[in-house]
């Protein structure tokens, strides 16, 4: 029934767009409209060619740059969502939403002093932002320092994503990953995937996706594929008929041989493709 809902919205938003569009073709709200339905339906190219219409347009729309920047980051075209996003960020700085973008695609092409700036940028302007939330989390563990993250749950609003207590016990798993998680863990990790990958249990991380829409696979590719994650099975991930498969499920390789080839993936003849 969800799957149903999900597709009547997009079908409905899809129509509404495509009908501001016969009524002014240079409504550039209407393109990043149906660049975002596009995308969402893995029409990747089509999606960057409205986005890119959408900018000519209006080129200082920085709720453009912040979609456009995102498919851009999720497609692995790494530097150019950079690009994007920092223009994005100089337009409208005080915005956390686009500091969150901006924060990915600095950690995904491992600008980590970036990335941590950005992550106090969002903190200072709304501590109680959730991505504020999830990335001084995962910058507390990176870091090793597994107490001081444990007294920041406890410091922090957590009504409107999981409870204390299952994130506490998500932690603590993660720091010993070797147990199979119960309930409560999985409902946090069904959350945040990649907490499963800082967990380097890349095979919970992958479970996590198989029944998920195209729009929230898309972070997916981000971080299988992102050669700055902390995680010794990197390589290995990289290589899993898992990761190949997903990305042929998010319609990515007929995109990139239309664009070109991001620097992790490269084509095998005509029809294949690898990712390293």
Known sequence: QVLKEIGDYRANSTSAAQQALKLDPELATALHAMGNNLWLQGEWAQAQEYYERALQLDPDSADIMEDYSNMLSYSLQLEAARKVGERMVTLDPYVPVFLNALTN????????????????SMTELNPDFRYTYVWNIERLFELEQIDELHEYIDQIDLSNW????????????????????????????????RFAMLAKRPDIFFDMYKDLSNGRKFPAILTILNPYMPADETRQVHESPHTKALVEEMRLPEYWRKVGWPDMCSPIGEDDFECH
């Open 105 to 120: 695609q600095y950690d995904a092409i491992g600008e980590h002093e970036k990335r941590d700036a950005g992550i106090r």
């Open 162 to 193: 999981t409870t204390a207590k299952s994130l506490h016990a998500a932690i603590d798993w993660m720091v010993n990953s070797e147990q199979t998680p119960d309930d409560d863990i999985l409902t946090v990790l069904s959350i945040r995937p």
